[in-house]
């Protein structure tokens, strides 16, 4: 399909979405991958697109969400007592805060199909990629 051609069906997908009822989310997400409602305190440039998805979708749920850690070095990980194979030594892990009742939260964070490991801590919450498991 020539550029132009793909240029003049762009509207009518859009279109589509609009009037189907799920432009405004899912293709605002698909197109921008961000979300203002999550604000990031770390670097977000390594972070899969899997956990960033996680997070906004926790933010739709429950409210701005502030993400702490998802990059460290050893000595950094070392001193937040992070475990020594950490996911957030390969940045594939995620650290953050949101409001909401915590068992709320954990639920929402077991039922979600793309978090692996996952567990909630006094102040914050963390996901990974790794195997599904909770500590
Ligand atoms: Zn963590």
Known sequence: ???NKVL???PIVFITLFLSGCAK???VNLFLAGNKD???KDT???LPFRLK????HTSR???KVTVTSTKREVSENRRKGGARNSYHLRCQAADFSVQGKRKKVLKFLKNHGSVGGYSGYTHHYHIDTGPRRTW
Do not use: A, E, Q
């Open 53 to 56: 998805r996680i997070l906004n």
């Open 61 to 63: 749920k429950f409210g």
């Open 25 to 27: 989310v899912p293709v």
């Open 8 to 10: 003049s069906v762009l």
């Open 44 to 46: 977000k440039t390594c």
């Open 1 to 3: 399909m020539s550029s």
């Open 38 to 40: 999550v604000v990031y």
